[in-house]
Nanobody
Framework: QAQLVESGGGSVQAGGSLRLSCLVS????????LGWFRQAPGKQREEVAT???????IYAESVLGRFSISKDLAKNTLYLEMNSLKVEDTAIYYC?????????????????WGQGTQVTVSS
């Protein structure tokens, strides 16, 4: 079974940028849909973006135009480039893998999860 390990979180001022990385191990990574999700304190987990196995991407409306998801299978790494960060982007960010089914940006479809990395945006 695949394992996912996030890195790259930290603290940044509003308007700044961060890049998150997720190292994905496993034999069938190239067949997975890989996504980013986040959870703020006291709130439910929400979708951020996903890159499907065929490189199609889906973004949540709240991050469209500011965040960019990509993957480098040669490095077994998923990325999330975050620009124009807002205070409301503060959350723990998780990468996850959807191993079967149609590519969707829905957390219930993702069965393998990383441990999360904290992103804090201050005003």
């Amino acid at each position: 079974q695949a394992q996912l390990v996030e890195s790259g979180g930290g603290s940044v001022q509003a308007g700044g940028s961060l890049r998150l990385s997720c190292l994905v191990s496993g034999d069938r990574v190239h067949t997975y849909n890989l996504g980013w999700f986040r959870q703020a304190p006291g709130k439910q987990r929400e979708e951020v973006a996903t890159v499907c196995h065929n490189d199609f991407t889906i973004y949540a409306e709240s991050v469209l135009g500011r965040f960019s998801i990509s993957k480098d299978l040669a490095k077994n790494t998923l990325y999330l480039e975050m620009n124009s960060l807002k205070v409301e982007d503060t959350a723990i960010y998780y990468c996850a893998a959807q191993t079967r089914g149609a590519c969707v940006l829905k957390s219930y479809a993702y069965t393998i999860w990383g441990q999360g990395t904290q992103v804090t945006v201050s005003s």
